[in-house]
């Protein structure tokens, strides 16, 4: 007697291309298949699965960051490999030069893999528990800051308590 296997949830859902028709984007994903199928090196996966991902799962990374990564004293002379944007700061002089990874480094060895914060997107301080829960610290949703909106119970010792 044979098994009934229910194929109903078989689908995996991820990324097997950019959805982006960007011709660069779409030039850099055919130089890293190559790479990952030709060498086996799990570096050149995680960058082709990281050059599938949306926008809000590629943010930006501080090119602060980008050197703080590189000051460690078992990171100096690596290079930094980020996916994704790099944000100027016009406070630093020193920066880093920029190189082309494919062909310095194939197998990425030698270089340090870093991401952006994802939980930096200002949509995330309005999720979590209620604004105004005890222990929440989530922002709510208010038309203006000013003395006259959501300034009552809980927001002043005077009006019942002080959270």
Known sequence: MGKDLVHKHDRKARRKAPKSQDIYLRLLVKLYRFLARRTKVKFNHIILKRLFMSRNNKPPVAIGKVVNALKQRTRRGKTCVVVGTITNDVRMYDIPKNLKLATRAPTGKGTVLIQGRRKARKQFR???????????????????KGRKFERARGRRTSRGFKK
């Open 126 to 144: 309005y999720f979590g528990a209620a604004p105004g829960l005890p222990r929440s610290h989530t922002r709510p949703y208010v038309r203006s």
